[in-house]
């Protein structure tokens, strides 16, 4: 029964393996021939988003650790794609915000 379960354990790692790099594939596919759009920043932040969390989840072994890291990570791969979106909808508005000199 323990060895069924390791072999579980093992099949499901491949999976979520195969699938990180699938996304990533679809990913740079993406970049080289869609035209940029929202709806191209939107995709892209989403599998960010995904990628992410299977990373912190199944590879980082975050979820036994302090809930103040882990809630750490997880917002930092939330708040990153976010702000991609802002760029995209608000460039003029967010590029004078940054500036250096009034």
Known sequence: MN????????YRIDIIWLSLIAMTLLSAAIAEKAEP??????????IIIV?????IDHFMELKGASPYIYH???AYFYIF???????????AQLAELT???P
């Open 37 to 46: 759009s929202l709806t191209i920043t939107v995709v892209i932040s989403v």
């Open 3 to 10: 060895k069924l379960a390791n072999i579980t354990k093992e």
């Open 72 to 74: 750490l990570m997880n």
């Open 81 to 91: 794609p976010l702000l991609a979106i802002l760029v995209w909808l608000f460039p």
């Open 99 to 101: 500036q250096l000199s």
């Open 51 to 55: 990628k992410a969390r299977m990373v």
